[in-house]
């Protein structure tokens, strides 16, 4: 850390030096543009950042199959306008994963190919995109994949349990979203006056998409097991499902509206209900599994896993709450 006095010129400006270091480091001499951010009682300095777009190229002579997908995401996620692919030859193989890889991100699309080079850009104006938004879409296309997971296992439809299993692939494009905007939000300034919020509440939103990621994984889950079933769960223990179901959604969707809400008061309430209510739907679940002991015992295995699922899907629930309420206290 480094040290300097605020000075006045001209009777009403105040000016202070940067340090020498630090400006040749970043390319900083006399007429360079810098740019400045207030951030409550901090201001901070950068420099004027002149490129248009990130670009980012990646070796993939040795990527193959999800390593190669995992690669392509990753260069999605740090923030990179224009990735560019290369090996001495890429081969059908690999075009059909950096195909497939590019598919499942928002904005990206397949620029220029050739024998030893793929170029993809990401179309869309980054200025534009809202975490907030990304992350309230998530909540209601995870909270429907689980309603209709459940619908699907009640009426033993495979269909239903098809689409859940799809719509997971919806909500993963949206969380590589709000990772590229967190991150780029970690990295400059600038992307963080772009979102209109601090960074603290932008970490609040990607860890709460994070478990709103987890709870669609559970959903298509519950899709896979119904899939697996030759007829639905017995009455009785359908309705204890369903039930259980309804709890978890209800935490879920208190802890969202908790950490959505501009009022700390309000945000608090709710955050402390959802929590709450796990402490009953650990005892709902666990009677289940007492029901379970007089099913079939291939069925009932299957059954026992979706209790696990729809306990942990409130249990992420609980863990957005927590951030809620991390959220409403006040600031040091």
Not at 42 to 62: A, M, N, V, W, Y
Not at 92 to 113: C, D, F, N, P
Not at 216 to 233: C, E, N, V
Not at 258 to 278: G, H, V
Request: net charge negative; aromatic share 4%; hydrophobic share 40%.
């Amino acid at each position: 850390m480094e040290t300097r006095k605020v000075q006045v010129t001209g009777g009403s400006t105040y000016t202070v030096s940067l340090p020498k270091t630090w400006a040749t480091d970043n390319g900083i001499e006399a007429g360079s543009v810098v740019e400045f951010y207030p951030e409550s009682d901090s201001l901070l300095l950068t420099p004027k950042d002149e490129r248009d777009q990130l670009e980012g190229t990646l070796d993939i002579r040795d990527l193959r199959d999800e390593e190669l997908n995992r690669a392509v995401m990753t260069m999605y996620v740090s923030g990179f306008d224009i990735i560019t692919l290369e090996s001495s030859r890429i081969t059908t193989e690999q075009r059909r994963t950096i195909s497939s890889a590019t598919q499942g991100l928002v904005g990206l699309e397949v620029l220029e190919e050739t024998g030893n080079k793929v170029v993809i850009q990401d179309l869309l104006d980054s200025s534009e995109l809202s975490i907030h938004n990304a992350v309230t879409r998530m909540r209601l296309i995870a909270l429907s994949m689980l309603d209709d997971a459940i619908t699907a296992l009640a009426e033993n439809d495979e269909d239903i349990a098809r689409d859940v299993i799809t719509r997971d692939e919806d909500v993963d494009r949206l969380w590589y979203v709000v990772s590229r905007i967190f991150r780029a939000a970690l990295r400059t300034a600038k992307a963080t006056e772009e979102l209109g919020m601090s960074r603290e509440v932008c970490f609040d939103y990607h860890s709460s998409a994070r478990q709103l990621e987890r709870i669609a994984d559970h959903a298509a889950k519950i899709g896979r097991l119904t899939l697996q079933m030759s007829s639905a769960p017995p009455e009785e223990v359908m309705d204890s499902l369903e039930e259980l179901h309804d709890d978890a959604t209800d935490v879920i969707a208190t802890a969202m509206d908790a950490l959505f809400s501009a009022d700390s008061d309000e945000a608090t309430k709710l955050a402390n209900e959802a929590r709450q209510a796990i402490l009953e739907i650990d005892e709902h679940a666990r009677s289940i599994d007492k029901l379970l002991r007089e099913q079939d015992p291939q069925q009932a295995q299957s059954l026992g896993l979706v209790v696990d699922s729809l306990s942990r899907c409130a249990d992420y629930g609980g863990n957005i709450a927590e951030t809620a309420l991390q959220k409403a206290a006040p600031r040091p």
